[in-house]
């Protein structure tokens, strides 16, 4: 069964990558074309609003809005690959806020050790 749905899936994929293109839109557009005379030849305004709506639109523009989504995709990931890399930057520098901020609280632990120690020789020699 896996590699049947193997099979299925490097075909899906061929078919798609092919039909995502504008050269398949052309193909298709073209293939649509061959059979408009005959439609208009007709004469009757539903032969032809079928023509257009069912052969020439769902032919050639499946491949456009595959091509647009290939697009937008793309844009997309362009935006997450940019917060992904400032996200890095960020904490990167929230890594290095926290080992200033550290090291800041160490040195104030001391300060307030050495005041403490000055105080208490202060009480003592009283």
Same mark, same amino acid.
């Given at each position: 069964?896996?590699?049947?749905?193997?099979?299925?899936?490097?075909?899906?994929?061929?078919?798609?990558?092919? &039909?995502?293109?504008?050269?398949? =839109?052309?193909?298709?557009?073209?293939?649509?074309?061959?059979?408009?005379?005959?439609? #208009?030849?007709?004469?009757?305004?539903?032969? #032809? &609003? =079928?023509?257009? =709506?069912?052969?020439?639109?769902?032919? &050639?523009? @499946?491949?456009? #809005?595959?091509?647009?989504?290939?697009?937008?995709?793309?844009?997309?990931?362009?935006?997450?690959?940019?917060?992904?890399?400032?996200?890095?930057?960020?904490?990167? @520098?929230?890594?290095? =806020?926290?080992?200033?901020?550290?090291?800041? @609280?160490?040195?104030?632990?001391?300060?307030?050790?050495?005041?403490?120690? &000055?105080?208490?020789?202060?009480?003592?020699?009283?």
């Amino acid at each position: 069964m896996n590699r049947i749905n193997e099979f299925n899936r490097r075909i899906a994929e061929k078919i798609t990558s092919f &039909v995502s293109t504008m050269w398949c =839109a052309y193909i298709f557009a073209a293939l649509a074309l061959i059979s408009l005379p005959a439609a #208009i030849k007709t004469g009757d305004v539903v032969v #032809i &609003v =079928a023509w257009i =709506a069912q052969t020439f639109l769902q032919l &050639v523009l @499946l491949s456009i #809005i595959m091509v647009g989504q290939q697009v937008s995709s793309r844009s997309v990931e362009e935006m997450i690959k940019e917060t992904h890399t400032a996200s890095l930057g960020e904490f990167e @520098l929230a890594k290095e =806020a926290r080992k200033i901020a550290d090291q800041e @609280l160490k040195e104030l632990k001391e300060i307030a050790a050495e005041i403490h120690r &000055v105080i208490r020789d202060i009480e003592g020699k009283k």
